[in-house]
């Protein structure tokens, strides 16, 4: 089993993936994904649906793969709840594709980079190239580095839905990646651990590795308020253009 298998669970959903305010980055990836109304767009590791869903009721057709199948079980509801046009799929995203393309994707919130090989790592990018039409557009989030080594903490807690989270993070330099303990005290006074690893791509990297993948006309924002992307950005946003 993979990690990230692992790792997202409903525990980690709902301190970090319910989301309740979305406007500001829905008008972001309209605006930098150059959306039309019925324009078709892919959700690469949608999670639970929490900018699927907004997307749909903003009158786009959404497509949202994730390898957590209880996440897509959470996000079908949802849009069944809310009736949009919205649909989810049980994936692997570095190898899953839509069997029809799309004008747009994006991959949010930093789910990238968890192989330990670039190699790897690309194919979650060429997938997502493979998704949409040529001179189609694609939004990577991710963290900023820079911005993570210069102000880097090693413990991090957050309480939410009755959950305390707290995470413990090492640094390998030397391998380029990140490593975390996630450590839960639940509400019915259990405690749970999970490991992950990430690979911490310099700004400069992922826009060769979105260039080896099929893109280009690579801009950089520091945050979805469409902020271009400085050293302190909280964020390393990504948007690319699809080659023909």
Same mark, same amino acid.
């Given at each position: 089993?993979?990690?990230?298998?692992?790792?997202?669970?409903?525990?980690?959903?709902?301190?970090?993936?319910?989301?309740?305010?979305? #406007?500001? #980055?829905?008008?972001?990836?309209?605006?930098?994904?150059?959306?039309?109304?019925?324009?078709?767009?892919?959700?690469?590791?949608?999670?639970?649906?929490?900018?699927?869903?907004?997307?749909?009721?903003?009158?786009?057709?959404?497509? $949202?793969?994730?390898?957590?199948?209880?996440?897509?079980?959470?996000?079908?509801?949802?849009?069944?709840?809310?009736?949009?046009?919205?649909?989810?799929?049980?994936?692997?995203?570095?190898?899953?594709?839509?069997?029809?393309?799309?004008?747009?994707?994006?991959?949010?919130? #930093?789910?990238?980079?968890?192989?330990?090989?670039?190699?790897?790592?690309?194919?979650?990018?060429?997938?997502?190239?493979?998704?949409?039409?040529? $001179?189609?557009?694609?939004?990577?989030?991710?963290?900023?580095?820079?911005?993570?080594?210069?102000?880097?903490?090693?413990?991090?807690?957050?309480?939410?839905?009755?959950?305390?989270?707290?995470?413990?993070?090492?640094?390998?330099?030397?391998?380029?990646?990140?490593?975390?303990?996630?450590?839960?005290?639940?509400?019915?006074? #259990?405690?749970?651990?999970?490991?992950?690893?990430?690979?911490?791509?310099?700004?400069?990297?992922?826009?060769?590795?979105? =260039?080896?993948?099929?893109?280009?006309?690579?801009?950089?924002?520091?945050?979805?308020?469409?902020?271009?992307?400085?050293?302190?950005?909280?964020?390393?946003?990504?948007?690319?253009? =699809?080659?023909?």
């Amino acid at each position: 089993m993979t990690w990230w298998a692992d790792l997202y669970d409903d525990a980690l959903a709902d301190v970090l993936l319910a989301r309740t305010e979305t #406007t500001r #980055t829905i008008a972001f990836l309209t605006r930098v994904l150059e959306l039309a109304p019925g324009d078709r767009v892919l959700d690469q590791c949608c999670g639970i649906g929490g900018l699927a869903i907004p997307l749909a009721r903003a009158g786009f057709e959404v497509l $949202g793969v994730d390898q957590a199948a209880g996440y897509i079980h959470r996000a079908i509801a949802a849009a069944r709840a809310e009736d949009v046009d919205a649909r989810f799929f049980i994936g692997d995203a570095f190898t899953w594709r839509p069997e029809r393309m799309c004008n747009a994707a994006f991959n949010w919130w #930093t789910s990238f980079g968890y192989a330990v090989r670039d190699a790897d790592n690309m194919q979650m990018l060429k997938r997502a190239a493979q998704a949409i039409v040529p $001179g189609g557009r694609f939004a990577l989030d991710f963290m900023n580095v820079p911005q993570v080594l210069r102000g880097f903490q090693p413990t991090v807690t957050v309480e939410r839905a009755n959950i305390v989270l707290t995470r413990e993070t090492t640094l390998d330099l030397a391998a380029g990646s990140m490593h975390k303990t996630w450590r839960y005290a639940l509400p019915d006074g #259990t405690t749970r651990t999970r490991t992950s690893a990430l690979r911490m791509y310099m700004p400069s990297q992922l826009v060769e590795l979105l =260039r080896a993948s099929g893109f280009d006309d690579i801009e950089l924002y520091g945050d979805d308020d469409g902020s271009p992307l400085a050293l302190d950005s909280p964020r390393c946003i990504a948007v690319a253009v =699809r080659l023909a």
